[in-house]
């Protein structure tokens, strides 16, 4: 028995050394050797000047093996302090003797992770990992947007163009000892990491910054809820600021919106009011049906079905031409136009500017507003419609309206991307996508001399967006918010300069200003800031 005893423990020795052997060397291997995955280095976001608006930076991150930790409350104690987490819960992902991993603390600076290090714990190891940081604050914030914990984009070009950035990641192996400390020089790559491509925005940061700045002001002074503003190139459409501002609330002062908010002026939609009465005026002209001399009898009122229209300001029957009715922003004038017009091409006039469909743009949470058809019309739409209720849109909407007559009827969609720019440098500019034309040259022509009147006239609505040196076309809005009877109004003024040679187009939305509910007031003076900044940083010629 004994001999066929040590028969068989040599048979099984055999098994181990020789059969066996690359079975456990493939177990020893599994135990000290881990695969890492290694982030991919996210892409940059610039303005159109190359000045940074957001970039990663590397940092280190603090994990653990709670497999080879004898006293996580000891460990939490020690740890919990220099990464300022919560102690009882770090101890208990340190308890965790199931995993093999557990993160003590995310992205940390270089002197927290060198007091981590100087503690020389067993089972503590350090990964590099990138932080997105935002060099210019809260500039563009919205629209730049943010990202998570884990570098994936959460809201504005972030999220759009999350794939574009994140790049490829890749794997690294990395040997252990039996604490499970990482073994230096153990390490070899498996798959490396593809950088992600940056992107370059239309946004200029200056004008940017200009912008809120004007916008802030305004908000204040006005104690509005809140203000929006774009500026566009009319010529190319690219969009070189779009500014949000939050207004005063008990427990903070008004503030430029933070990156965590949607990009309001693509998201919000509001009535227009009578800004819209642009789009009455350019139909009329392009039928036909009127020329800016074209004589009216105004009345103070109108009935349409059963809803009655009056102008702002009580007056007796007054003869007005078209271009009076525009820079009086009379009610009664425009809907007594839109009635030649007729609702099936006011309809279709509306949808040809852009109403009811987003905007190239493509943001996160972009609205497409609300416009019908005509056969949808009540018998009180043609009173609404074309003065600006009764249909919803966002700015931006509104903006690409008179862009459009700026630039000679040919609507030239908005654009925030110019380019990206691959790891190894070569950039990729984003196409300008096609313009289409919505109104003749000629019928464009005439709409411009119109708003140009609204600034320029003495009875213009538009007098305080008026800019020396350059003509300005505008107009002015000033719409109820339903509920109407809640007493609350958005008050805006869009239009652009130079007027005889068209470059910039702007917009200033106010939610809810106090003091003046009017466009007029509220909207015109923040525009004129805006667009004389815009043109002098633009090196815009005079009129």
């Given at each position: 028995?004994?001999?066929?005893?040590?028969?068989?423990?040599?048979?099984?020795?055999?098994?181990?050394?020789?059969?066996?052997?690359?079975?456990?060397?493939?177990?020893?291997?599994?135990?000290?050797?881990?695969?890492?995955?290694?982030?991919?280095?996210?892409?940059?976001?610039?303005?159109?000047?190359?000045?940074?608006?957001?970039?990663?930076?590397p940092?280190?991150?603090?994990?653990?093996?709670p497999?080879?930790?004898?006293d996580?409350?000891v460990?939490?104690?020690k740890?919990?302090?220099?990464?300022?987490?919560?102690?009882?819960?770090?101890?208990?992902?340190?308890?965790?003797?199931?995993?093999?991993?557990?993160y003590v603390?995310?992205?940390?600076?270089?002197?927290?992770?060198?007091?981590?290090r100087?503690?020389?714990?067993?089972?503590?190891?350090?990964?590099?990992?990138?932080?997105?940081?935002?060099?210019?604050?809260?500039?563009?914030?919205?629209?730049?947007?943010?990202?998570g914990t884990?570098?994936n984009?959460?809201?504005?070009?972030?999220?759009?163009?999350?794939k574009?950035?994140?790049?490829?990641?890749?794997?690294?192996?990395?040997e252990?000892?039996?604490?499970?400390?990482?073994?230096?020089?153990?390490?070899?790559?498996?798959a490396?990491?593809?950088?992600?491509?940056?992107?370059?925005?239309?946004?200029?940061?200056?004008?940017?910054?200009?912008?809120?700045?004007?916008?802030?002001?305004?908000?204040?002074?006005?104690n509005?809820?809140?203000?929006?503003?774009?500026?566009?190139?009319?010529?190319?459409?690219?969009?070189?600021?779009?500014?949000?501002?939050?207004?005063?609330?008990?427990?903070?002062?008004?503030?430029?919106?933070?990156?965590?908010?949607s990009?309001?002026?693509?998201?919000?939609?509001?009535e227009?009011?009578?800004?819209?009465?642009?789009?009455?005026?350019?139909?009329?002209?392009?039928?036909?049906?009127?020329?800016?001399?074209?004589?009216?009898?105004?009345?103070?009122?109108?009935?349409v079905?059963?809803?009655?229209?009056?102008?702002?300001e009580?007056?007796p029957?007054?003869?007005?031409?078209?271009?009076?009715?525009?820079?009086?922003?009379?009610n009664?004038?425009?809907i007594?136009?839109?009635?030649?017009?007729g609702?099936?091409?006011?309809?279709n006039?509306?949808?040809?500017?852009?109403?009811?469909?987003?905007t190239?743009?493509?943001?996160?949470?972009?609205?497409?507003?609300?416009?019908?058809?005509?056969?949808?019309?009540?018998?009180?739409?043609?009173?609404?419609?074309?003065?600006?209720?009764?249909?919803?849109?966002?700015?931006?909407?509104?903006?690409?309206?008179?862009?459009?007559?700026?630039?000679h009827?040919?609507?030239?969609?908005?654009?925030?991307?110019?380019?990206?720019?691959?790891a190894?440098g070569?950039?990729?500019?984003?196409?300008?996508?096609?313009?289409?034309?919505?109104?003749?040259a000629a019928?464009?022509?005439a709409?411009?001399?119109?708003?140009?009147?609204?600034?320029?006239?003495?009875?213009?609505?538009?007098?305080?967006?008026?800019?020396?040196?350059?003509?300005?076309?505008?107009k002015?809005?000033?719409?109820?918010?339903?509920?109407y009877?809640?007493?609350?109004?958005n008050?805006s003024?869009?239009?652009?300069?130079?007027?005889?040679?068209?470059?910039?187009?702007?917009?200033?939305v106010?939610?809810?200003?106090?003091?003046?509910?009017?466009g007029?007031?509220?909207?015109a003076?923040v525009?004129q800031?805006?667009?004389?900044?815009?043109?002098?940083?633009?090196?815009v010629?005079a009129?």
């Amino acid at each position: 028995m004994t001999v066929l005893a040590f028969a068989g423990i040599g048979v099984r020795l055999f098994d181990l050394q020789a059969r066996d052997r690359s079975h456990l060397e493939s177990l020893g291997v599994g135990q000290r050797m881990r695969t890492v995955t290694v982030p991919a280095e996210r892409g940059n976001i610039f303005d159109r000047n190359g000045k940074v608006f957001a970039v990663s930076v590397p940092q280190t991150t603090i994990v653990a093996d709670p497999r080879v930790i004898k006293d996580p409350d000891v460990y939490a104690a020690k740890l919990a302090p220099i990464v300022h987490a919560d102690q009882a819960e770090l101890e208990a992902r340190l308890a965790n003797r199931k995993s093999a991993f557990a993160y003590v603390a995310r992205k940390v600076d270089d002197p927290t992770a060198k007091q981590v290090r100087d503690l020389d714990l067993v089972g503590i190891s350090f990964q590099d990992e990138s932080k997105r940081f935002y060099p210019t604050g809260p500039v563009a914030a919205p629209v730049v947007g943010f990202v998570g914990t884990d570098n994936n984009g959460l809201g504005g070009i972030e999220y759009d163009f999350d794939k574009v950035l994140t790049g490829q990641p890749g794997r690294v192996q990395v040997e252990r000892d039996p604490q499970g400390n990482d073994i230096p020089g153990g390490e070899h790559q498996v798959a490396p990491a593809k950088r992600g491509q940056d992107v370059v925005l239309t946004i200029d940061s200056s004008l940017q910054w200009k912008t809120e700045q004007a916008l802030l002001q305004g908000v204040t002074s006005m104690n509005a809820h809140q203000g929006m503003a774009i500026v566009v190139d009319v010529q190319t459409g690219d969009v070189l600021a779009m500014a949000t501002v939050d207004g005063a609330t008990d427990s903070a002062p008004a503030q430029a919106a933070p990156a965590t908010e949607s990009t309001h002026p693509v998201a919000d939609v509001y009535e227009p009011g009578s800004t819209n009465k642009v789009i009455t005026m350019a139909g009329a002209i392009q039928e036909g049906l009127i020329s800016p001399d074209s004589s009216f009898t105004v009345p103070d009122s109108i009935t349409v079905g059963d809803a009655v229209y009056q102008d702002d300001e009580d007056h007796p029957t007054e003869q007005l031409t078209a271009s009076d009715i525009l820079a009086q922003s009379s009610n009664v004038g425009t809907i007594e136009i839109a009635r030649s017009l007729g609702k099936d091409r006011l309809a279709n006039y509306l949808r040809a500017f852009g109403f009811g469909q987003r905007t190239a743009l493509n943001l996160p949470g972009e609205a497409s507003g609300v416009t019908f058809d005509a056969a949808k019309y009540t018998d009180t739409s043609m009173g609404a419609v074309p003065i600006g209720y009764g249909i919803s849109v966002t700015a931006m909407q509104m903006l690409d309206v008179y862009s459009t007559i700026a630039n000679h009827g040919i609507a030239r969609p908005p654009r925030l991307v110019a380019a990206t720019i691959d790891a190894d440098g070569t950039r990729h500019d984003q196409p300008l996508a096609p313009p289409r034309q919505v109104v003749s040259a000629a019928a464009a022509e005439a709409v411009n001399g119109m708003l140009q009147k609204v600034v320029a006239d003495p009875v213009g609505t538009g007098t305080k967006a008026a800019i020396r040196g350059y003509a300005v076309a505008g107009k002015t809005g000033t719409a109820r918010k339903a509920p109407y009877d809640s007493g609350e109004y958005n008050a805006s003024f869009a239009g652009f300069a130079p007027a005889d040679n068209p470059r910039l187009a702007a917009i200033v939305v106010m939610d809810s200003p106090q003091g003046s509910i009017y466009g007029a007031d509220a909207a015109a003076p923040v525009f004129q800031q805006i667009m004389q900044f815009a043109l002098g940083y633009e090196r815009v010629p005079a009129s």
